[in-house]
Structures are given as structure tokens and as C-alpha cells.
């Protein structure tokens, strides 16, 4: 039997291992996430252009039938261009402001995530993984699986979007719900496929990397 400083200095190891294999599958989560929040971000921009167009010119159309006459349009065809111009502008100003703001708090959990396993790898570069690393790996095993399930909506926005290109380029119903469909199923997947592997790797890492921090600890 080894001393308890060579039985401390294996336990470090043993934590060390587990440790780069939870942060390992974490990076790989993280740039995962951060290409589906970038899409996500277009996507819902873009639909909320096409609403508030197509909302602002359906109400300005509305509005002009039921007080005038379709005549208006034929004889006023300036101020129907200055009303698209509007329109187009505030559905532009709309679609920004969704870029923006859309998923704030979920895109600084990821930060937030990012972050953690950053200041875990610089602790590894200044020296060795000290308590602290300990830590924030707490805080990473406990935020990822959360951001990870929080992002499986997102493929029903994809369908969506792509139902409301189809009715616009097709202009039929029934084929624009099958493309929509068809969208949300393959994001679905492309989101899933990888989804139980990966998580059960990083929940029996997880298992292990408890089991050797708490041996570590008791031999201190």
C-alpha cells in the first residue's frame, strides 16, 4: 500500500481523468448549442419579419376596402407604395428586435456555461485542478443537461419557418404543412440523434467523477 500522499496524488489523478472527460463532452455540447442558438436567432427573426409584414399589410388592406374601394389602389398607387415602404420598415425593425432579444436568458446560461468551462481550463493551465476547478465542474454538471433539454423546441421553430416559406412559394396548404413536417422531424432528429449517447456518457462521468472527488476528499 502506497503513503497517503502517493494514495492522494492517484485520487487527484483518477479526479483529473474524470474531470477532462466531463469537460471534453461539454465543449462538444457547448459549440453544439451555440450553432443551434445562431440559427435559432435567424429563424425567428425572419418569421417574425414575414408575421408583422404580412399582419400590417393584411390590417392596411382591410382597412382600405372597407373605407374606400379596390379603386383606391389603382388610383392612389403612390401612398399604397409609401404604405408598403412603412410596412416593410417595421417588420424590418421587428425582425431586428427579435434577433436581439430573442432567447436572452437562455443565451447567457450558455454563456454561463461557456464561462464555467473556461475558468475550470485555466485553472488545469496554472497548475493543476485545485477546489475551485471542483467547484465550478459542480456548476457545469448541474447547468448542461438543463440548457441541453431546453433546446429541443427549437426544432418546431424550424418547422414553422418552413411552413410559412412553402405557403408563400408554393401557395398550397397541404404541401406547406408536409415541408413543414418534414422540417420540424428532421431537426427534431438532427438535434436527438446524438442526444441519450452523449448525456448518459456525461451522466456516468458524472457518477464517477462524485465518486472519485468524494475518495479524494476522505483522504485529506
Known amino acids: 500500500m502506497g503513503s497517503p ?46 408575421l408583422v409584414f404580412f399582419i400590417i399589410a393584411a390590417i392596411t388592406v382591410g382597412f382600405i376596402l372597407e373605407t374606400y374601394s379596390f ?7 403612390r401612398i399604397i407604395f409609401a404604405l408598403l415602404l412603412i410596412d416593410l420598415i417595421v417588420a424590418i425593425v421587428a425582425g431586428s428586435a427579435s ?8 443565451r447567457s446560461s450558455l454563456q454561463e456555461l461557456s464561462n464555467l468551462i473556461s475558468e475550470i481550463k485555466r485553472e488545469d493551465q ?10 465550478l465542474a459542480e456548476k457545469v454538471i448541474s447547468l448542461l443537461p438543463e440548457v441541453v433539454r431546453r433546446r429541443n423546441q ?17 401557395r398550397s396548404p397541404e404541401i406547406a404543412l408536409i415541408i413543414g413536417v418534414v422540417v420540424w422531424l428532421y431537426f427534431r432528429y438532427e438535434m436527438n440523434k446524438d442526444y441519450d449517447k452523449e448525456i448518459s456518457r456525461f451522466e456516468e ?3 464517477l467523477f462524485e465518486q472519485r472527488k468524494k475518495e479524494f476528499l476522505e483522504t485529506l
Open 5 to 50: 500522499d502517493e494514495t492522494s496524488a492517484a485520487k487527484r489523478d483518477e479526479i483529473r481523468s474524470s474531470l477532462d472527460s466531463l469537460i471534453e463532452i461539454s465543449e462538444k455540447w457547448v459549440k453544439r448549442l451555440q450553432k443551434r442558438e445562431a440559427q435559432v436567432r435567424l429563424a425567428s427573426a425572419f418569421l417574425t419579419f414575414l
Open 71 to 77: 379603386v383606391f389602389f389603382e388610383e392612389h398607387g
Open 99 to 106: 434577433y436581439i432579444f430573442w432567447g436572452r436568458k437562455w
Open 205 to 207: 462521468q458524472k457518477r
Open 154 to 170: 427549437d426544432s418546431f421553430l424550424f418547422g414553422v419557418v418552413a411552413f410559412v416559406l412553402s405557403v408563400i412559394v408554393v
Open 126 to 135: 496554472a497548475g493543476g485542478y485545485s477546489f475551485n476547478a471542483l467547484a
